[in-house]
């Protein structure tokens, strides 16, 4: 059984940073952040391999703005948020993969508005 809790979210101003963290139990063989913003499916932000060679992916819209990681010690995942933009805001949702079951958090909310 794997359980993720997210933190982090909040209101910033466009341009702001905000760091969301998803603390993990279990065994897990990659982590990946998604997104829903009002109105709108959920859709992929970030992902990040923990087994093998670590890899990382993300979507167009965030690459160069986000950073995935892992504080392997603590088994949690982070989402640095640079340079955030209105468009950024939605509900973030913590996700992981284990034995071939998928799990979800309750998600975290940003709102970048000025």
């Known amino acids: 059984q794997v359980q993720l809790v997210e933190s982090g979210g909040g209101l910033v101003q466009p341009g702001g940073s905000l760091r969301l963290s998803c603390a993990a139990s279990?065994?897990?063989?990659?982590m990946a952040w998604y997104r829903q913003a009002p109105g709108k499916q959920r859709e992929f932000v970030a992902r990040?391999?923990?087994?093998?060679?670590?890899?990382?992916n993300y979507t167009d819209s965030v690459r160069g703005r986000f950073t995935i990681s892992r504080d392997n010690a603590k088994n949690t995942l982070y989402l640095q948020m640079n340079s955030l933009k209105p468009e950024d805001t939605a509900v973030y949702y913590c996700?992981?993969?284990?034995?071939?079951?998928?799990?979800w958090g309750q998600g975290t909310k940003v709102n970048v508005s000025s």
């Open positions: 996700y992981a993969r284990s034995l071939a079951v998928d799990y």
């Open positions: 279990g065994s897990i063989r990659a």
């Open positions: 990040m391999s923990l087994t093998g060679g670590i890899s990382r």
